[in-house]
């Protein structure tokens, strides 16, 4: 059975940092794209960040460009997200999904429940 | 940048046909996935390349896709189809994925 489990949200102060993380188990994690989505509480889905199979090819959307890094660890079949610079409106729900494929193109097949970013002073 | 536009709300009675639409200027030359989400639950794949039902997922869900719009439909609508419904393409233009605003839908 497919797990993911998001990891890392907290309270932040604008300008801070901070790093998410997500376990999963259950499949073949490096033959996979594994994505970023978040939701501002009452809002709808906005995606953040993808990073490729092997982690050599990621994208991002304008509004984190530059301050979010997203990256993976094979070995451990885990994903991250960096956030540097927080911003109030970054505050979300941070969902990891799995992706069909692993180039980025593709529908995502498994969720996390989501970890509560709030950047607030 | 890519915009997929859906009705904020839908609403029908049990047992009738819910119709959710995304429409964008020519969504019907890529593939449109659809995503259910229920209060508290992780989101759910319901319909993949327009068309395709993951395992598990009723044949009540249906999909098309053509022109500027895609279609989502809910045949039979049961009380717990009530959800949100987001549809997602990936925008070759630009290289990003794009999520529509999101159809709350009410079986009443």
């Known amino acids: 059975e497919v797990h993911l489990v998001e990891s890392g949200g907290a309270v932040v102060q604008p300008g801070g940092s901070l790093s998410l993380s997500c376990a999963t188990s259950g499949f073949t994690f490096d033959s996979h794209a594994m994505h970023w989505v978040r939701q501002a509480p009452g809002k709808g889905l906005e995606w953040v960040s993808l990073?490729?199979?092997?982690?050599?090819?990621?994208y991002y959307a304008d509004s984190v460009k530059g301050r979010f890094t997203i990256s993976r660890d094979n070995s451990k079949a885990s994903l991250f997200l960096q956030m540097k610079s927080l911003r109030t409106e970054d505050t979300a729900f941070y969902y990891c999904?799995?992706?069909?494929?692993?180039?980025?193109?593709?529908?995502?097949?498994?969720w996390g429940r989501g970890t509560l970013v709030t950047v607030s002073s | 940048s890519y915009v997929l536009t859906q009705p904020a709300s839908v609403s029908v009675g049990p047992g009738q046909t819910a119709t959710i639409t995304c429409g964008a200027d020519n969504i019907g030359s890529t593939s449109v996935h659809w995503y259910q989400q229920r209060p508290g639950q992780a989101l759910v794949l319901v319909l993949h390349?327009?068309?395709v039902r993951p395992s598990g997922i009723p044949e009540r869900f249906s999909g098309s896709n053509s022109g500027n719009t895609a279609t989502l439909t809910i045949s039979r609508a049961e009380a717990g189809d009530e959800a949100d419904y987001y549809c997602?393409?990936?925008?070759?233009?630009?290289?990003?994925?794009?999520f529509g605003g999101g159809t709350t839908l009410t079986v009443l």
């Open positions: 999904a799995k992706e069909v494929g692993g180039s980025g193109t593709q529908p995502l097949d498994f």
């Open positions: 390349d327009d068309t």
């Open positions: 997602h393409v990936w925008d070759s233009r630009s290289n990003l994925v794009v």
């Open positions: 990073i490729s199979w092997d982690g050599t090819s990621s």
